[in-house]
Nanobody, 124 residues
Framework: QVQLVESGGGLVQAGGSLRLSCVAS????????MGWFRQAPEKEREFVAA????????YYADSVKGRFTISRDNAKNTVYLQMNSLKPEDTAVYYC?????????????????WGQGTQVTVSS
């Protein structure tokens, strides 16, 4: 079992920045890849970014590439999502998720554990 707790969401103006954190407990953190997803009102949840078990590889959705950065600190059992140049269309509930294995995954069904989500609101 893995428990995930996100934090760092909030209200920010367009062009601003936020850093989301997700702390994991339970299974050995360095044994699995991590991902961030988001769900806007009345939309399906979508992939945002993923990172492999040791942080050596990352992958981003086209919509956030160049603006968001995913990273992890295995010593702190934490994964981060640095979000810069935020846009109103980035407004959503952001979820971190733990994959079943160490390699990058981009589909929801490939993730075994999910956090409760943190709200990010970007005003224009």
């Amino acid at each position: 079992q893995v428990q995930l707790v996100e934090s760092g969401g909030g209200l920010v103006q367009a062009g601003g920045s936020l850093r989301l954190s997700c702390v994991a407990s339970g299974r050995t953190f360095s044994s699995y890849a991590m991902g961030w997803f988001r769900q806007a009102p009345e939309k399906e949840r979508e992939f945002v970014a993923a990172i492999n078990w040791n942080g050596g590889r990352t992958y981003y959705a086209d919509s956030v590439k160049g603006r968001f950065t995913i990273s992890r600190d295995n010593a702190k059992n934490t994964v981060y999502l640095q979000m810069n140049s935020l846009k109103p269309e980035d407004t959503a509930v952001y979820y971190c998720a733990a994959a079943a294995g160490p390699m990058i995954r981009t589909r929801e069904y490939e993730y075994a554990y999910w956090g409760q989500g943190t709200q990010v609101t970007v005003s224009s």
